[in-house]
């Protein structure tokens, strides 16, 4: 809140460009002395405090005057209309060493130039504290990152080592089992061989008794003929 093209306005934006800060100034144009003064601060104190959710920070600077100047700030209005607002203010209105009720109800500094400082050393404030907390992060993060890689290459050493036990229990176990088969088998055809062989000898043993008794009929068969 301050006068269009007064000196107080320029020293406030020349202190913000320089600070290199992206701020964002919206001017409400209100004459900063004159019978129309406190009407036309009050109108700009509800513009503002209905825009409310738009800005973070409301200003209210002019340039220096005289004691009976300053004296126009002193009034109702204008104190309501500050004290309703729910964003800071600041109020630099060029004076150093008189006040005025906004000095009470606001915050106050001496000059324009100083409330756009306070304004610039409050952001890079901020920022400074995000860029370190975003450190801090990024630097919990690594260490985090580490102890997680640290805990699955161990997992993957332990399931590395579980996998190759398994493989040679499993190898093992396949021999066992292979060597089981190949004695059954053996044990079979050690047993079939052998029921082979007796089978085979009842079998010759029977023929050579049949081939006995053949003959032994064969011989007695031309006396019976004679008969």
Not at 147 to 169: E, I, K, P, Q, Y
Request: with cysteine.
């Amino acid at each position: 809140i301050t006068a269009r093209g007064s000196d107080a306005l320029e020293d406030v934006l020349s202190t913000l460009r320089a600070s290199g800060l992206g701020f964002q100034v919206v001017l409400h144009h209100c004459p900063m002395q004159g019978q129309r003064m406190e009407e036309s601060i009050v109108e700009a104190l509800r513009w503002f405090y209905r825009h409310r959710d738009a800005v973070d920070v409301l200003c209210i600077v002019r340039g220096g005057g005289s004691r009976s100047d300053l004296a126009q700030f002193d009034t109702m209005g204008i104190a309501k209309g500050v004290c309703y607002q729910q964003v800071p203010v600041l109020v630099g209105i060029g004076h150093e060493l008189d006040q005025c009720v906004l000095d009470d109800v606001a915050r106050s500094f001496r000059t324009p130039t100083a409330v756009a400082s306070a304004l610039v050393e409050q952001v890079r404030g901020y920022l400074d504290r995000a860029l370190e907390i975003g450190r801090r992060m990024a630097a919990a993060t690594r260490r985090r990152t580490a102890a997680a890689r640290t805990t699955v290459d161990a997992g993957h050493a332990r399931l590395g080592r579980a996998a190759r036990r398994n493989l040679l229990t499993s190898r093992e176990r396949l021999g066992a089992i292979s060597r089981q088969i190949g004695r059954g088998v053996q044990t079979d055809l050690t047993g079939r061989r052998r029921s082979l062989r007796v089978a085979g000898d009842r079998l010759a043993a029977g023929v050579r008794a049949q081939r006995r008794q053949a003959a032994i009929r064969l011989e007695a068969l031309p006396q019976r003929l004679h008969r």
